[in-house]
């Protein structure tokens, strides 16, 4: 617009016949430079709407990272890798009886698990302490258990196996469980096959973080242990 007043008045000028070297040389300032200005005023219009554009993209996404979460999908698997059941970790809670049973059932193999592979029975008695509720009467139970009868020592002579045959809800709390162990020596043989029946108090606390959710993914804690062995009648 300011461009276009200015050729007027010299175009005035110059029918009037009249030179004004302050228009002329205004003008041709102008040819020159003033589409390079105008360019530059909208490059700059351009990266201040492209700036805020940006601003509220990143200020949109720090909104949502702040806001979601990470919901764990967990799958229960029994000792031969087999799913047993599956399901949103903060939906379930381990109220479902099934998941109980199933999480029972597995403490209990790898608690009476004895066997020659150190690594697999260190991982065994890992897991079994990861089930269990921190000062707890199960955690001294479990622990002069294990100080009583070392698996360790034990494997040196002999295996043992275990098959839990039921896990029977007593309680909304408690679970009787029953199991069959089967004890071998060193070359395979079968030594004694022994029926035992366990009670175990327990309490649900899901896992809030991915490191409880590996380990103890229904978060089922056991408070209270004992078991003994069941005689059988002849």
Same mark, same amino acid.
């Given at each position: 617009?300011?461009? %276009? ?12 016949? $009249?030179?004004?070297?302050?228009? *002329? *040389?205004?003008? $041709? ?15 700059? %219009?351009?990266? *201040? ?15 949502? =990272?702040?806001?979601?979460? !990470? ?13 047993? *059941? ?37 991982? #065994? ?7 269990? %509720?921190?000062? &707890? ?10 100080? =009583? %009868?070392?698996?360790? =020592? ?7 196996? !275990?098959?839990?045959? &039921?896990?029977?809800?007593? =309680?909304?709390?408690?679970?009787? /469980?029953?199991?069959? $162990? ?7 043989? /079968? ?30 804690? /056991?408070?209270? #242990?004992?078991?003994?062995? /069941?005689?059988? $009648?002849?």
């Amino acid at each position: 617009m300011i461009r %276009a007043i200015r050729r007027k008045e010299s175009d005035t000028a110059a029918a009037r016949g $009249e030179y004004n070297p302050y228009l *002329a *040389a205004r003008r $041709e300032w102008d040819e020159r430079y003033g589409d390079q200005i105008t360019r530059a005023k909208n490059w700059r %219009a351009f990266a *201040a709407l492209s700036g805020m554009i940006a601003l509220i993209a990143t200020s949109g996404l720090i909104w949502m =990272s702040v806001r979601s979460r !990470v919901v764990p999908f967990v799958v229960l698997i029994d000792s031969l890798g087999r799913p047993v *059941a599956s399901g949103i970790a903060e939906q379930s809670s381990g109220s479902d009886d099934r998941l109980r049973r199933a999480s029972i059932f597995t403490w209990v193999e790898n608690l009476r698990l004895v066997t020659t592979d150190g690594v697999a029975q260190r991982k #065994a008695i890992d897991r079994v302490y990861a089930q269990i %509720a921190s000062g &707890s009467a199960a955690q001294t139970f479990i622990s002069d258990f294990y100080r =009583s %009868a070392p698996p360790a =020592s034990r494997a040196q002579t002999e295996t043992v196996s !275990v098959d839990v045959t &039921s896990v029977l809800p007593t =309680s909304d709390r408690t679970l009787e /469980v029953e199991w069959i $162990e089967t004890t071998r020596d060193l070359y395979g043989t /079968v030594k004694a096959t022994d029926h035992w029946k366990g009670s175990f108090s327990i309490v649900i606390n899901p896992p809030t973080d991915e490191r409880l959710a590996r380990v103890n993914p229904v978060g089922l804690y /056991v408070t209270d #242990a004992s078991w003994s062995k /069941v005689i059988e $009648e002849k």
